[in-house]
């Protein structure tokens, strides 16, 4: 069965330090995607970053990227110099399939703190 | 241009009594997604409506169910609410064709139920 694991409930990082937010996943279909969505305290899921199961690089944007293992099945976020406002919960997610469903797996979250 | 749009953000409902929700997705965007996040049981998928039509159902009682009209707007309805319906609920949109681009979701800020 499909399943995300996030093993920190809660993170802390100094302000301009980077950060490391774990993910592995589980699936069977070897064509999936993989995404990272942030969650303020205001409730609305922001996009971050995704990976497709057959993209060869891992994906960048800004500020964050995703150090992508296939073998070891993990997906880790990485925010590199943090800032005040990236203090949220952070999902990773999953989509099975080839497809653009709406469906997507999520796991339990990290809870991220950055201190100034 | 204007994002995902959910009314009401905030109801307070009895037990037993029945609940509509409306999702007005991005323009353009024909998939509506569905999602409860709860403290205990995190983000769940509830069901996926493309072009009029149900195309994905997650694991949730037949009291939940949804529609999406010819405009794209969603509505789901929860009846016979149980103080366990209590959750923030999320709507997601996309484009939702095909396997072109990340396919990513863009959420609303949710609708927060809460049952008494």
């Known amino acids: 069965a499909q399943k995300i694991t996030q093993t920190q409930p809660g993170m802390f990082v100094q302000e301009k330090e980077a950060v490391t937010l774990d993910c592995t996943y589980d699936t069977s279909d070897p064509s999936y995607g993989l995404f990272w969505y942030k969650q303020p305290s205001s409730g609305e899921m922001i996009f971050l970053i995704y990976q497709g199961s057959y993209d060869q690089q891992n994906a960048t944007e800004g500020r964050y990227s995703l150090n992508f293992q296939k073998a070891r099945k993990s997906a880790n976020l990485v925010i590199s110099a943090s800032q005040l406002g990236d203090s949220a919960m952070y999902f990773c997610a999953m989509r099975d399939g080839a497809g653009n469903t709406g469906k997507l797996i999520f796991g339990q979250g990290t809870t991220l703190q950055v201190k100034p | 241009k204007a994002g995902v749009t959910q009314t009401p953000r905030y109801l307070i409902k009895m037990r037993g009594q029945q609940v509509t929700l409306s999702c007005s997705p991005i323009s353009g965007h024909r998939s509506v997604s569905w999602y409860q996040q709860t403290p205990g049981q995190g983000l769940q998928f509830l069901f996926e409506?493309?072009?009029?039509?149900?195309?994905n159902k997650g694991n949730f009682p037949g009291r939940f169910s949804g529609r999406q009209f010819s405009n794209s707007r969603s509505e789901m309805n929860v009846s016979t609410l149980e103080l366990g319906d209590s959750a923030l609920y999320l709507c997601?949109?996309?484009?939702?064709?095909?396997?072109?681009?990340?396919?990513?979701?863009?959420f609303g800020e949710g609708s927060r139920l809460t049952v008494l």
């Open positions: 409506y493309f072009s009029e039509t149900q195309r």
């Open positions: 997601a949109s996309s484009l939702g064709g095909g396997s072109v681009g990340t396919g990513e979701l863009f």
